[in-house]
């Protein structure tokens, strides 16, 4: 299979559901067991090299409930970089659409838990962040080249 070419049914109303209850999994397991469980992906271009996983707790822009999500990091000294990719689907996730209005975010990583500010990188740090996190997690690059937005990359500082 063309790993350039989309599957089929990616684009389907109940992927982003079903993935809203693997993550809600994940999350769960992760906080019980400080990442033990949970902080390891291993799908995909991952199978063979482990991506670590961070939890990122943001507020909803709409129910100003704190929100956790699961998610692929780049550890970058005192900063955090994450992927706003969702697989490839067509629109950026929920999670990167509420750091924008509210970016004070927590950031857990196993069991280190810190207070940061989310930011989308400008174009240039994307392109010198960009080849990294595909070293990271390769399908990133495969995730571009199924959606037309470019998938924003962003940045958790210390707050």
């Not at 670590?52 to 909803?60: Q, R, S």
């Not at 207070?115 to 990188?121: G, I, K, S």
């Amino acid at each position: 299979m063309d790993a350039t070419k989309k599957p089929s049914g990616l684009d389907h109303p109940v992927v982003p559901r079903i993935l809203k209850r693997v993550s809600r999994a994940n999350v769960w397991i992760y906080r019980r067991t400080n990442g033990r469980v949970g902080g390891k992906w291993r799908v995909g271009a991952a199978f063979r090299k482990p991506v670590p996983v961070a939890l990122l707790t943001h507020t909803g822009r709409k129910s100003g409930r704190a929100l956790t999500s699961p998610l692929l990091y780049l550890p970058d000294g005192d900063r955090v970089i994450f992927v706003a990719s969702q697989g490839g689907l067509p629109k950026n996730p929920q999670w990167y659409l509420n750091l924008r209005v509210t970016p004070e975010v927590l950031v857990q990583v196993r069991g280190d838990v810190r207070r940061m500010r989310a930011r989308t990188a400008s174009d240039a740090e994307r392109a010198e962040l960009w080849p990294r996190l595909v070293e990271l997690y390769a399908d990133f690059d495969t995730y571009q080249a199924w959606t037309d937005r470019v998938i924003p990359v962003v940045i958790c500082e210390p707050a």
